[in-house]
């Protein structure tokens, strides 16, 4: 070791325990509010509160007149981040949405029936959602992602054509599409690898319907990571070509909506069983998450945990590339279909 290093790790160690508190307090800050789909009877929601309206497209957002500048700011947002989900799940997708945007948690949870802890609320089938500004401690939500959380379970239903999925694959899938990094939800998983261990699927599903809170958080943080484990799984002929195309979540959604019951879609798509593949994803889950037991024991040095930041950056940096690249692409093909009738708009209005 250098003189420079033996000088700085016993200022690392000292502060090895300040550096885990303040780690633990970004997870609880960056946990994104608890959100759940309606799947039962249409919604037909109605609140005198969202009065206000605009049209984007086939998309409609009701909202409170006070929220006149965070609603428009919103409009124009909603295409892009319907297409940020349908990418994900199918490419294109019925664009039918009705969405009401209200100030507070509270009033969410007054309107649907949904528990007063739910920020956004999602009716699969009719298309509708519901979120707010607030969350029911009254921070402000991150409406990026509670709004791709609710667009992923509406577009979920269209992708399968209704089929019936169970709850943890559908807040898994609607999880994952929202994108972004959430240590909130990885020290929850951690906490289940490293305490009473990942339980199987049936488990998974029973930790939903709990009252406590603590495990549901764990059920979401679970079910986030197979889907994640789902888009980045490669078949041995996929692995050759270098693919990173979320092609084979695709082509498990699209087996179901053929009419192949849910297990057998997996098999179809990746060649092998849900059950083997839930093997596969718990087997790596110690190895992925060796950081915990240090981290949480006050020993891991942040020289440790910088790199893990910034490597999460990259990706996410690369993604959105990636999704700039596809835009201008589409842009390009419909230009030389077009040739000089094309006309670039602001399809937000």
Known sequence: MTPAGRRILPFLRR?????????TLIGLWSAPQLARADVGEPAGWTTSLANHRIVIGRAVLHYEPHLEDEARGLAHE??????????????DLDDTLDIYFLDHAGQVAQSTGMPRWVA????????EIMIARHGPDGAP???????????????????????????????????????GISLGRSQALAGLIFGSGVPDFEGLERLFYTSD????????????????????????DQVAKNNTDPENLQQLLLEMKNGHT????????????????????????????????????????FTLVFPLVIVAYVRRRRRYRAGIARLEA?????????GSDFTATDTAW
């Open 262 to 301: 849910f297990e057998a879609s997996f098999i179809r798509t990746y060649g092998l069983g849900l059950a083997e593949l839930g093997i596969q994803w718990r087997q790596g889950l110690p190895g992925r998450f060796v950081w915990y037991p240090l981290l949480a024991g006050g020993t891991l040095p």
């Open 120 to 127: 956004g609320v999602a009716h699969s089938e009719s298309g």
């Open 330 to 338: 589409e842009e390009a093909a419909l230009r030389e279909r077009l």
């Open 15 to 23: 502060w090895a325990g300040v550096f885990a508190v303040v780690a």
């Open 78 to 91: 909603i295409p892009g981040w319907w297409s940020d989900v349908e990418y994900r799940l199918a490419n």
């Open 213 to 236: 809170g603590p495990q549901v958080q764990q059920a979401y943080a679970a079910s986030r990571d197979f889907v994640n484990f789902l888009q980045e799984y490669r078949r041995p």
């Open 141 to 179: 939500t991150n409406l990026e992602q509670l709004l791709k959380h609710e667009m992923a379970h509406v577009a979920l239903h269209r992708a399968t054509g209704g089929a019936e999925v169970p709850r943890w694959f559908h807040e898994g899938v609607a999880e994952a599409t929202e994108g």
